[in-house]
């Protein structure tokens, strides 16, 4: 598939997909609700498809992507208003994607990619388990439920796609936190609870996107 093909696919049906996005976010009654949320999320929907397209050449891999795409702005949303990430949302959506990734492993007969998407879910939701069980003040468990979805989107994209989009979420939370300690000097601000899930999901789009060229930098 050719960029120019990918990104046109991909903005159109993530666009297309996150209509539902409304739908999923009505599904958790405590989340605030207005029409203004349709057109972000469209738009939202637009660019990620859009922007994954381009930069993935298989059509599998995007698959997967826009598979998550709709999940994924309605659990941003929800997150940033609630600090929730509901498993009515998130696992039915894993499941989804293990399906795909089935259907592809039968139709093409290439074991590597979803075997490869399978070891990110695992990989990915072992180091937020991990994080969680240490400091589970500081993280949720919806938060290693989205990172299991996440990994295997990752996973099936690629390696480098893989470590970047589980390590960018991090630098992504902790970089303008501490600027905006430094600006108002105030280390309360430090200390403060955020809501992590839409830095895992702006930060697994950053690794799918300069995930290779990142790591290719830091290798050569």
């Given at each position: ?9 991909g903005?159109l049906?993530g ?6 996005v409304?739908?999923?976010v ?8 207005g029409?203004?949320l ?15 397209g ?9 698959a997967?992507?826009l ?9 941003a ?9 509901p ?8 499941g ?18 979803p ?19 240490v ?16 990994g295997a ?6 390696w ?8 960018a ?19 309360r ?20 996107l ?7 930098l830091?290798?050569a």
């Open positions: 598939m050719s960029s120019q093909l990918g990104a046109l696919v903005a049906v666009g297309a997909l996150c209509l539902a409304p739908w999923l009505a599904r958790t009654s405590e989340v605030p609700r029409r203004r349709l057109p972000g999320a469209v738009l939202a929907g637009t660019v990620a498809g859009g922007s994954a381009a930069e993935l050449d298989s059509g599998w891999a995007l997967a992507v598979v998550a795409t709709p999940a994924c702005v309605a659990l949303f929800v997150d940033w208003h609630t600090r929730l990430l498993s009515r949302i998130v696992l039915p959506t894993t989804a994607l293990l399906v795909l990734l089935a259907v592809e492993w039968v139709v093409t007969g290439d074991h590597d990619a075997l490869r998407a399978v070891i990110g879910l695992v990989v990915a939701r072992s180091i937020y388990w991990l994080l969680w069980f400091h589970s003040a500081g993280m949720g468990f919806g938060d290693v439920r989205l990172a299991a979805l996440l989107v990752l996973g099936r994209a690629g480098a796609e893989l470590v970047v989009g589980t390590y979420p991090f630098l992504l939370f902790a970089v303008p936190g501490l600027l905006l300690a430094l600006v108002r000097r105030d280390r601000l430090l200390r403060a609870a955020y809501p992590f899930g839409p830095f895992m999901v702006v930060g697994a789009l950053l690794g799918v300069v995930g290779p060229a990142l790591v290719g830091i290798t």
